[in-house]
C-alpha cells in the first residue's frame, strides 16, 4: 500500500512538474537583481588583462601561426598524470588573454570544483570573457554558488544543460518523477568535457571537475587521462562549445527556479572570496606549479609532440532530439569506422566495459577475419569500479567478450601500483588520512563518502548506492576512467567515449584522434601499463577442477548467459588470474600453453568482501540485461 502512495505521489509530482519553466517576469526581475548587484570591480586595465605568460600558450599561437589550409600545424601533449592536468589547466587559464570556455558533466564543490571556479572567477575579474557549461544533473548542488557566481564578475556567464524540471539541484523525488514522465530527455546528458582557451589551445579528455579525477580524494580515486592540443583543432573545440552554448537545453542560472528563487530573496550578496580549502597545502602547491616554467617545462611542454592531422570531434546536443541525422552522431559514428577498418591491433581502455550492438558487430566480423586483428582491452574489476551494476552486465557477457570478439582483457587492481605512485605525486605530506570533507558556498563541512558522487537518486544523493563494493584488503583504491583507443599503430584517440551503448546512443561525447605514430606510441604504452601484472588481473576461460562435470558446467552455463532473465548459474565460463611471483614466468596472454603454470585463478571478483553489492552484482547479471543501454 505505501509503495502504491508512493508511486502516485511521484506521477503527481510529474505532471505538476512537467514543462514548469519560469515566467518572463521572474527572470527579467532576477536579471535585473543581477546586473544591479553584479561585482563590476576588475583588478586589470591593460590590453592583454594582465595574462600571466604561458608556454603552453605561446606553443599553440604558433601552431596557429604556421598552419595552412593544406596543411594545419598542432602541439600535442598527452596528460597521463593527474598533476600535469591540473597545473596545465591552472596555467592557461591565467594565461587567457580573451576567453575561456569550460565544458563538464561533473562540477562538485569539493577543493578542486572550488579551486577551479577561484581561477574562473579570477580570470573574468581581469576582463577575460569566462563562460562555464556543465550538465546539470551531477553539478553545483548547492544553488547558492549559482547565486553567488551569477553576480561575480559581468564577464562571467554560467549556464546547466538539460535541468529537466528548470530546478539547478534534482531532489531524490524530483529524480524519480522525471524518471516517470520524460525518461528520455532526462536519460541524455552532456557527457563532454572540454577546456578552450583563446580558441587556440584546448583540454579534452575523461577528467571531470572533482577531487577524486586529479588524486585529491583520501580514499577512492580515478586513472584518467586528457590530452591538450593547441592549433587548428582547438578552434573546433571552441565552435563545438558554442554549439553547446546556444542550444535549447543550455540554460541561464536565473531562469533555474530555485537560482531565481534565491536571487530574488537576496538582492545583494557578498563579493566572490578565496574558497575555504579542506587541504590548502595542496592547492597551493598545484598553484605554485602553474606558475613554476621550469616545472610546466619539465611535465608537460617537454612532453609535447608537434604534427600535422589532428581532429577534434563532438556528437551535436541534438543527438538524441533527431537520432536518425547521422552528423548529429559525428564523433561515434567516427570511432566505430576507424575501429572497423583495424588491421593489426586494437587497443582499448574503457571504464565500462559493455558494448553496444554496433560495436559487437564491428568486434565479431574482426575476429573471424584471417588474420584477426589483437584485441586488447582495459577495464575495471569490480573490486575498482564505483558503477557495480554496469559491471555486472559486463560479467554477464565474458564468454562474448572472449570466444566471438577475441578480447584480451586486463582488469583493474583496486590497488593498483601505477595508481599508488601517482596519487603519492599529486599530494603533500602535511595531509592525514581521515575522513574526507567537502565545504560548500555556506562555508559547513560535510562528509564525504568513497565512489559516492553528487548523484541524486531514489537513495539520497548521499545514499549507498554509488559506492564501491567493500573490500577484502585495507588502504586507498583506485578506479579507471581512462577512455581511450589506440589503432594498428597509427592512430590514437583520447575522449569522453566509453564505447557502450550510453555513449553511444544517449549522452554526447567530444575526443581528439591524432593521426601520428609517435603518439599512437606513447599512449598505447600507458594503456598497457594498466594491465601489467602489478596493475591488473588477467580475465581467462576458467579451467575444469572435475573434466566431465566441469564440461557440464560450463554448457548450463552459456545457455544461462544467452538468456535475458534467470541467468542464475553461478559458475562461468571466465574467471580472474593472477601471475604468480615465479622469476621464470613472465606475462603472458591465456592462449599461451604456460598460462596455467605461471598464473592462477583468484576467483571471480578477487578482492571483494561479501557484501549486499556482490549480491546486487549477481542479482543484476541475472535480471538486468534490459537495462543495458540505461546503464
Known amino acids: 500500500m505505501r509503495m502504491r502512495y508512493s508511486l502516485l505521489l511521484i506521477l503527481l509530482l510529474a505532471s505538476l512538474l512537467q514543462g514548469c519553466t519560469l515566467s518572463h517576469a521572474r527572470i527579467r526581475q532576477a536579471d535585473a537583481i543581477v546586473a544591479a548587484s553584479v561585482d563590476r570591480q576588475t583588478t586589470c586595465k591593460s590590453a592583454d588583462h594582465c595574462a600571466t605568460p604561458s608556454p603552453l600558450l605561446d606553443a599553440a599561437e604558433k601552431a596557429l601561426a604556421d598552419s595552412t589550409a593544406d596543411k594545419p600545424e598542432h602541439v600535442v601533449t598527452l596528460l597521463d598524470d593527474s598533476e600535469a592536468s591540473l597545473a596545465a589547466r591552472i596555467n592557461l587559464i591565467r594565461a587567457a588573454k580573451t576567453s575561456v570556455d569550460v565544458q563538464s558533466y561533473i562540477w562538485d564543490e569539493d577543493d578542486l570544483g572550488q579551486l577551479a571556479l577561484d581561477e574562473l572567477v579570477a580570470a573574468a575579474k581581469r576582463g577575460v570573457q569566462v563562460r562555464i557549461l556543465t550538465d546539470q544533473l551531477f553539478s553545483f548542488e548547492d544553488p547558492a554558488i549559482l547565486a553567488q557566481l551569477a553576480r561575480a564578475s559581468p564577464n562571467l556567464q554560467v549556464r546547466l544543460y538539460n535541468p529537466t524540471f528548470h530546478n539547478a539541484r534534482t531532489p531524490p523525488l524530483e529524480f524519480a518523477a522525471s524518471i516517470v514522465c520524460c525518461f528520455m530527455k532526462f536519460n541524455q546528458r552532456m557527457h563532454n568535457k572540454v577546456l578552450v582557451v583563446d580558441d587556440a589551445i584546448g583540454i579534452t579528455g575523461g577528467r571531470n571537475y572533482q577531487n577524486r579525477y586529479f588524486n585529491w580524494d583520501n580514499d577512492f580515486d580515478y586513472v584518467d587521462r586528457d590530452i591538450m592540443v593547441g592549433g587548428p583543432a582547438a578552434r573546433d573545440m571552441a565552435k563545438s562549445f558554442d554549439l553547446f552554448w546556444r542550444h535549447k537545453r543550455a540554460v541561464p542560472v536565473t531562469h533555474l527556479h530555485d537560482v531565481n528563487r534565491l536571487i530574488l530573496r537576496t538582492p545583494a550578496v557578498p563579493p566572490w572570496s578565496t574558497p575555504r580549502y579542506v587541504y590548502p597545502a595542496r592547492v597551493a602547491m598545484a598553484q605554485a606549479e602553474a606558475e613554476d616554467p621550469e616545472w610546466l617545462a619539465e611535465h608537460v611542454a617537454n612532453n609535447s609532440i608537434y604534427t600535422s592531422k589532428v581532429e577534434f570531434f563532438s556528437d551535436l546536443p541534438a543527438k538524441t532530439e533527431q537520432p536518425t541525422r547521422r552528423e548529429a552522431r559525428e564523433f561515434t559514428a567516427h570511432l566505430m569506422g576507424l575501429v572497423n577498418h583495424a588491421k593489426k591491433e586494437v587497443v582499448l581502455q574503457t571504464p565500462y566495459l559493455v558494448m553496444s550492438r554496433r560495436a559487437k558487430k564491428i568486434f565479431k566480423k574482426l575476429h573471424r577475419e584471417a588474420p584477426a586483428p589483437q584485441i586488447i582491452v582495459s577495464s575495471n574489476s569490480l573490486a575498482s569500479t564505483d558503477a557495480f551494476a554496469v559491471y555486472a552486465l559486463s560479467y554477464k557477457h565474458r564468454k562474448s567478450y572472449l570466444s566471438e570478439y577475441g578480447f584480451n582483457i586486463y582488469e583493474l587492481k583496486p590497488r593498483a601500483?601505477?595508481?599508488?605512485?601517482?596519487?603519492?605525486?599529486?599530494?603533500?605530506?602535511?595531509?592525514?588520512?581521515?575522513?574526507?570533507?567537502?565545504?560548500?558556498?555556506?562555508?559547513?563541512?560535510?562528509?564525504?563518502?568513497?565512489?559516492?558522487?553528487?548523484?541524486?537518486?531514489?537513495?539520497?544523493?548521499?545514499?549507498?548506492?554509488?559506492?564501491?563494493?567493500?573490500?577484502?584488503?585495507?588502504?586507498?583504491?583506485?578506479?579507471?576512467?581512462?577512455?581511450?583507443?589506440?589503432?594498428?599503430?597509427?592512430?590514437?584517440?583520447?575522449?569522453?567515449?566509453?564505447?557502450?551503448?550510453?555513449?553511444?546512443?544517449?549522452?554526447?561525447?567530444?575526443?581528439?584522434?591524432?593521426?601520428?605514430?609517435?603518439?599512437?606510441?606513447?599512449?598505447?604504452?600507458?594503456?598497457?601499463?594498466?594491465?601489467?601484472?602489478?596493475?591488473?588481473?588477467?580475465?581467462?576461460?576458467?579451467?575444469?577442477?572435475?573434466?566431465?562435470?566441469?564440461?557440464?558446467?560450463?554448457?548450463?552455463?552459456?545457455?544461462?548467459?544467452?538468456?535475458?532473465?534467470?541467468?542464475?548459474?553461478?559458475?562461468?565460463?571466465?574467471?580472474?588470474?593472477?601471475?604468480?611471483?615465479?622469476?621464470?614466468?613472465?606475462?603472458?596472454?591465456?592462449?599461451?600453453?604456460?598460462?596455467?603454470?605461471?598464473?592462477?585463478?583468484?576467483?571471480?571478483?578477487?578482492?571483494?568482501?561479501?557484501?549486499?553489492k556482490l549480491i546486487y552484482t549477481r542479482l543484476i547479471t541475472a535480471f538486468g540485461a534490459g537495462v543495458q543501454g540505461v546503464l
Open 417 to 612: 601500483e601505477l595508481a599508488t605512485d601517482a596519487y603519492m605525486q599529486a599530494n603533500v605530506e602535511d595531509e592525514d588520512d581521515g575522513a574526507p570533507v567537502v565545504a560548500g558556498a555556506s562555508g559547513k563541512l560535510r562528509k564525504r563518502y568513497p565512489g559516492t558522487d553528487r548523484r541524486p537518486g531514489f537513495f539520497g544523493s548521499q545514499g549507498s548506492r554509488n559506492r564501491p563494493a567493500p573490500l577484502i584488503s585495507p588502504g586507498r583504491r583506485f578506479g579507471l576512467h581512462a577512455k581511450s583507443l589506440v589503432i594498428d599503430d597509427d592512430l590514437g584517440m583520447v575522449g569522453s567515449h566509453n564505447f557502450d551503448p550510453r555513449s553511444d546512443r544517449y549522452n554526447t561525447e567530444a575526443g581528439v584522434i591524432v593521426y601520428d605514430q609517435r603518439f599512437a606510441a606513447e599512449l598505447r604504452d600507458s594503456i598497457l601499463e594498466a594491465t601489467e601484472s602489478q596493475n591488473a588481473w588477467v580475465i581467462a576461460p576458467r579451467k575444469p577442477v572435475i573434466p566431465v562435470l566441469g564440461q557440464i558446467s560450463q554448457v548450463i552455463g552459456d545457455i544461462s548467459a544467452k538468456l535475458p532473465l534467470f541467468d542464475i548459474w553461478p559458475f562461468r565460463y571466465a574467471t580472474s588470474y593472477d601471475m604468480k611471483p615465479d622469476p621464470d614466468c613472465a606475462p603472458m596472454q591465456p592462449n599461451n600453453p604456460d598460462f596455467t603454470r605461471c598464473y592462477t585463478a583468484v576467483g571471480d571478483f578477487p578482492d571483494v568482501a561479501i557484501s549486499p
